[in-house]
């Protein structure tokens, strides 16, 4: 685990903070003037439908794409504008809606390569080697990425994360596409880890997964917040239980 930065907030206070987060591509909109915080040692639910501007979001946030307008501040200092990789070395990881997978690397030298942010070349394999027995992933470590199933693949984004030693980490949709019972996997992993103090921003379209998980949720629609909530306040709202549970929620 890192140091902890001298401005490391304390449980409880912001660890990220974003303000008026706009992203435009052309006509379109596709991050409107967003604002919301995410304090140290929460889990934070997004939700929203396809094309919402969830993912455009994450990439403001973590520096693989600047704003039109507007700020990102973490453990409250301004990172909007810097790399992705000063971004990462700050404590703040993000995983990849479509898994980056180097196709000619080992699982081991994918998470190796990660490790290397913060480590020499040995000590950044052992602890490599750490992170695949953690997430489960040790008995593949000679495979490589593009032949894992896609449940492997999201392990390995969460584990490339985890690599960099983060503070905060942004999951985009790592149990999209699997059954309730094999988001029990990553979802273990995301317990264990915010039992050690990390603090989470999920996105997730699979609700019971985000219900049970997040501590509080936003919701995104056409770019902008359109609701902010615990999940019981969430599922409440009209627009909410439309999209996502038609008239089968007993709100
Ligand atoms: N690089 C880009 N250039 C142009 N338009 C983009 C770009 N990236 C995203 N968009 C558009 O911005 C909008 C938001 O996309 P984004 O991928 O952030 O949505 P999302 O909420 O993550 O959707 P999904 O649930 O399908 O993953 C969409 O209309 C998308 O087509
Ligand atoms: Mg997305």
């Known amino acids: 685990m890192i140091a902890a930065p001298s401005n490391m907030p304390r449980d409880g206070s912001p660890i990220l903070e974003v303000d008026s987060l706009t992203r435009q591509f052309g006509g379109l909109v596709a991050v409107n003037d967003v604002s919301f915080s995410v304090r140290k040692g929460e889990i934070l639910g997004i939700i929203g439908p396809n094309g919402a501007g969830k993912t455009t979001l994450f990439s403001l946030i973590s520096g693989f794409m600047k704003p ?77 990425s593009t032949s894992l199933s896609p449940q492997d693949q999201k392990l390995l984004e969460v584990a490339k994360c985890l690599a960099t030693d983060p503070l905060l980490i942004l999951l985009d949709e790592v149990m999209a596409g699997l059954t309730l019972a094999e988001a029990e996997v990553p979802l273990a992993i995301v317990r264990l880890l915010h039992a050690r103090g990390i603090s989470f921003v999920l996105i997730e379209h699979v609700m019971p997964i985000v219900m049970k998980t997040a501590e509080r949720i936003i919701v995104l629609n056409f770019g902008q917040k359109v609701g902010e909530g615990t999940p019981e306040e969430i599922v409440r709202l009209k627009d909410v239980k439309d999209a996502y549970f038609g008239e089968e929620v007993d709100a």
């Open 68 to 144: 039109t307008k507007g700020e990102v501040r973490f453990c409250g200092e301004r990172i909007t504008g810097l790399t992705p990789n000063r971004i990462a070395e700050k404590g703040l990881a993000r995983s990849f809606q479509i898994t980056q997978a180097f196709g000619n690397m080992t699982i081991r030298d994918t998470v190796t390569a990660a490790s290397l942010l913060r480590r020499p070349l040995i000590e950044a394999q052992q602890h490599a080697d750490s992170i695949l027995d953690e997430t489960g992933l040790w008995k593949k470590r000679n495979e490589f």
